[in-house]
């Protein structure tokens, strides 16, 4: 990788530590690894309190490695073995990318901080399995724990709120998806016994599974036990996941006496992969993924979504659950969950129509870190701290503190607003004694969970602070960021075409009036060569593709203003995640926002049109 980089080009002005953000400066490791002593120091406390761990707990045992054995020829060559492996793998990683530099905005990952690093490397000594306290007596506490700060972030009751910590955000979508699917069965089974018993006689499929909390309570309270039909009674009993699939479809018709087509989901164009592949694993079909259409701010369109739900409801199809984005992969967009709540909440209210509201915010959650909270220096518009503020309503949510929360990978969580929404199975281990309360296994997809996902982000909770003067404070100088990366990169003398900004990505491509999307496409794979991981390394960057027909209702009116010729159906524009805590730092020999806007302008200068 070539080392030669820009000249250096000072920090201007506007881009001073103030001594609250040179506080900050303590959680992280640094660019040039400015804090290793002070690391080091704590990473050998962390060791060498394990150490005296092993040696306190079993003293009498005896050792069962003696010095005659670590003399021996046999261990002196495994010692040498491991030592030349070591290095070799230490080689190997020295062609790792640099993620941790602020010259790495491609993709959404960026340096850890400090107290992440050490709850992830403090666990993995102890290595728990926070499938269950058995094998996890302190983990799966800490991840109650830090289940509680991030729902209490989100203004949740941290009494009332579950969760648990995945592997990621694709499982943790995955985690909502059978929640949703769980709870609609428990009302379509509910339902069903007060159609059958007589209590609501005319009682819709669609009506049913959108019963409701309040109504389930009062039926479950009215209605008889079923006791004739072998077939219905298992259907009326509740525990539809354990129902062959096949035969319960023909059993709800027979009970409604109208076709069962299975449920929706309703999600924007915008959607992450873990949607596509999440109603395939459920069994339900892509068939089942509504998309609802955007508009032209790049979010879940309000008019199309309540077509969609009219369209659902017509056809006999319940709704499994809503899904909002929070922070969307392609350009950090931020769907209004306060008005699909609003949507949602009055449909309950006119309709008794009770539909599950997840929010992917595996990217944007921890904006919900105060960082709109009356701050003056606060970037966000208006609508995102509404959408962000109303996460709370929603039924379930979906984090990575791998992402803006700068945790080591791999870390996702899954919050249900509610303690009886969270429980979607009924299953055991006859190995495992279940605390149905404490444990969180016997609910979760994943088996077997590390714990250093959750600790991580308890310690980043504990000393960085998920509010406004913590990660809220860390975040705002992002997105202070990313405006100033938009300034240099306009003021450059090539045509460089920004698409708005919500949160801290950015999306640009480079055309001149006239120009085809094709020739545009082109030299946004040409910029994405240059800048990408065959690149010479002076800067990272990503890419992605904007179809017509997702983000038409956005595109097309730039593509007019930019006077683009329309002969293909996608543009390709470079994306920018602008999530490091040290970009443009006023102490660093080069502003690196300048320093991109040059080394681009330079490319494109070699590269004319």
Same mark, same amino acid.
């Given at each position: 990788?070539?080392?030669?980089?820009?000249?250096?080009?000072?920090?201007?002005?506007?881009?001073?530590?103030?001594?609250?953000?040179?506080?900050?400066?303590?959680?992280?490791?640094?660019?040039?690894?400015?804090?290793?002593?002070?690391?080091?120091?704590?990473?050998?406390?962390?060791?060498?309190?394990?150490?005296?761990? @092993?040696?306190?707990?079993?003293?009498?045992?005896?050792?069962?490695?003696?010095?005659?054995?670590?003399?021996? /020829?046999?261990?002196?060559?495994?010692?040498?073995?491991?030592?030349?492996?070591?290095?070799?793998?230490?080689?190997?990683?020295?062609?790792?990318?640099?993620?941790?530099?602020?010259?790495?905005?491609?993709?959404?990952?960026?340096?850890?901080?400090?107290?992440?690093?050490?709850?992830?490397?403090?666990?993995?000594?102890?290595?728990?399995?926070?499938?269950?306290?058995?094998?996890?007596?302190?983990?799966?506490?800490?991840?109650?724990?830090?289940?509680?700060?991030? +729902?209490?972030?989100?203004?949740?009751?941290?009494?009332?709120?579950?969760?648990?910590?995945?592997?990621?955000?694709?499982?943790?979508?995955?985690?909502?998806?059978? @929640?949703?699917?769980?709870?609609?069965?428990?009302?379509?089974?509910?339902?069903?016994?007060?159609?059958?018993?007589?209590?609501?006689?005319?009682?819709?499929?669609?009506?049913?599974?959108?019963?409701?909390?309040?109504? &389930?309570?009062?039926?479950?309270?009215?209605?008889?036990?079923?006791? =004739?039909?072998?077939?219905?009674?298992?259907?009326?009993?509740?525990?539809?996941?354990?129902?062959?699939?096949?035969?319960?479809?023909?059993?709800?018709?027979?009970?409604?006496?109208?076709?069962?087509?299975?449920?929706?989901?309703?999600?924007?164009?915008?959607?992450? &992969?873990?949607?596509?592949?999440?109603?395939?694993?459920?069994?339900?079909?892509?068939?089942?993924?509504?998309?609802?259409?955007?508009?032209?701010?790049?979010?879940?369109?309000?008019?199309? %979504?309540?077509?969609?739900?009219?369209?659902?409801?017509?056809?006999?199809?319940?709704?499994?659950?809503?899904?909002?984005? +929070?922070?969307?992969?392609?350009?950090?967009?931020? =769907?209004?969950?306060?008005?699909?709540?609003?949507?949602? =909440?009055?449909?309950?209210?006119? %309709?008794?129509?009770?539909?599950?509201?997840?929010?992917?915010?595996?990217?944007?959650?921890?904006?919900?870190?105060?960082?709109?909270?009356?701050?003056?220096?606060?970037?966000?518009?208006?609508?995102?701290?509404?959408?962000?503020?109303?996460?709370?309503?929603?039924?379930?949510?979906?984090?990575?503190?791998?992402?803006?929360?700068?945790?080591?990978?791999?870390?996702?969580?899954?919050?249900?607003?509610?303690?009886?929404?969270?429980?979607?199975?009924?299953?055991?281990?006859?190995?495992?004694?279940?605390?149905?309360?404490?444990?969180?296994?016997?609910?979760?997809?994943?088996?077997?969970?590390?714990?250093?996902?959750?600790?991580?982000?308890?310690?980043?909770?504990?000393?960085?602070?998920?509010? /406004?003067?913590?990660?809220?404070?860390?975040?705002? @100088?992002? %997105?202070?960021?990313?405006?100033?990366?938009?300034?240099?990169?306009?003021?450059?003398?090539?045509?460089?075409?920004?698409?708005?900004?919500?949160?801290?990505?950015?999306?640009?491509?480079?055309?001149?009036?006239?120009?085809?999307?094709?020739?545009?496409?082109?030299?946004?794979?040409?910029?994405?060569?240059?800048?990408?991981?065959?690149?010479?390394?002076?800067?990272?960057?990503?890419?992605?593709?904007?179809?017509? =027909?997702?983000?038409?209702?956005?595109?097309?009116?730039?593509?007019? @203003?930019?006077?683009?010729?329309?002969?293909?159906?996608?543009?390709?524009?470079?994306?920018?995640?602008?999530?490091?805590?040290?970009?443009?730092?006023?102490?660093?020999?080069?502003?690196?926002?300048?320093?991109?806007?040059?080394?681009?302008?330079?490319?494109?200068?070699?590269?004319?049109?």
């Amino acid at each position: 990788m070539s080392t030669e980089l820009p000249a250096p080009v000072p920090p201007t002005d506007d881009a001073t530590c103030s001594p609250r953000d040179i506080a900050l400066k303590s959680f992280f490791l640094g660019p040039q690894a400015e804090n290793a002593e002070w690391l080091r120091q704590v990473i050998n406390q962390v060791f060498e309190s394990y150490v005296r761990w @092993r040696r306190e707990v079993y003293p009498d045992d005896g050792r069962a490695i003696s010095q005659a054995d670590r003399r021996s /020829a046999d261990f002196q060559e495994r010692r040498r073995r491991f030592g030349r492996e070591l290095l070799n793998l230490l080689g190997r990683f020295e062609s790792e990318v640099p993620k941790y530099s602020p010259r790495y905005i491609g993709h959404m990952f960026s340096e850890t901080s400090m107290p992440a690093m050490v709850g992830h490397v403090l666990t993995l000594l102890h290595n728990p399995n926070n499938i269950s306290g058995e094998s996890s007596r302190v983990g799966v506490r800490l991840e109650s724990e830090a289940i509680g700060a991030l +729902a209490a972030m989100f203004a949740m009751a941290p009494e009332q709120a579950r969760g648990h910590f995945t592997s990621g955000g694709t499982v943790a979508n995955f985690e909502a998806m059978t @929640r949703a699917r769980s709870r609609l069965y428990r009302f379509l089974s509910r339902g069903a016994r007060a159609r059958a018993c007589g209590t609501l006689p005319t009682l819709g499929l669609v009506e049913a599974a959108h019963l409701g909390w309040s109504v &389930y309570d009062e039926l479950g309270e009215t209605c008889p036990e079923p006791d =004739d039909d072998p077939g219905l009674r298992e259907l009326m009993e509740g525990d539809l996941l354990a129902a062959n699939p096949f035969m319960l479809a023909g059993q709800l018709e027979r009970c409604f006496e109208e076709p069962y087509r299975g449920p929706v989901i309703l999600v924007g164009e915008h959607k992450h &992969y873990s949607w596509v592949k999440g109603v395939e694993l459920l069994g339900l079909g892509r068939e089942a993924l509504w998309a609802v259409r955007l508009n032209e701010e790049g979010t879940l369109s309000l008019p199309h %979504l309540e077509a969609r739900l009219n369209q659902a409801r017509a056809a006999g199809r319940p709704v499994l659950m809503v899904v909002s984005v +929070a922070g969307t992969t392609e350009l950090g967009a931020f =769907d209004r969950v306060d008005q699909v709540q609003d949507l949602l =909440d009055r449909r309950a209210r006119e %309709l008794g129509e009770h539909i599950w509201h997840h929010v992917d915010a595996a990217y944007g959650g921890f904006f919900a870190a105060n960082v709109c909270a009356d701050q003056p220096d606060c970037v966000l518009n208006p609508g995102v701290c509404q959408a962000l503020q109303a996460i709370h309503r929603a039924n379930s949510v979906t984090l990575d503190p791998h992402k803006l929360g700068y945790v080591p990978y791999a870390s996702g969580a899954f919050i249900a607003r509610e303690q009886r929404e969270y429980a979607a199975h009924q299953v055991d281990a006859p190995y495992l004694a279940f605390d149905e309360i404490a444990d969180p296994g016997p609910q979760t997809i994943e088996g077997s969970r590390s714990a250093a996902g959750a600790v991580a982000t308890w310690l980043t909770a504990r000393t960085i602070g998920l509010d /406004a003067q913590g990660y809220g404070r860390i975040l705002r @100088r992002t %997105l202070q960021a990313r405006a100033r990366l938009e300034e240099r990169l306009s003021a450059t003398a090539h045509p460089v075409r920004l698409l708005p900004a919500t949160s801290n990505l950015l999306a640009f491509c480079v055309a001149h009036p006239g120009e085809s999307l094709s020739r545009v496409n082109a030299r946004s794979e040409a910029i994405f060569e240059r800048f990408g991981p065959g690149g010479p390394g002076d800067f990272f960057v990503s890419k992605t593709t904007l179809t017509l =027909d997702a983000y038409g209702a956005l595109l097309n009116r730039h593509l007019e @203003r930019w006077e683009l010729e329309r002969d293909v159906d996608r543009l390709t524009v470079i994306r920018l995640s602008v999530m490091n805590p040290f970009i443009d730092a006023r102490e660093m020999t080069l502003e690196l926002s300048q320093g991109f806007a040059d080394a681009l302008a330079t490319f494109l200068d070699a590269h004319p049109r």
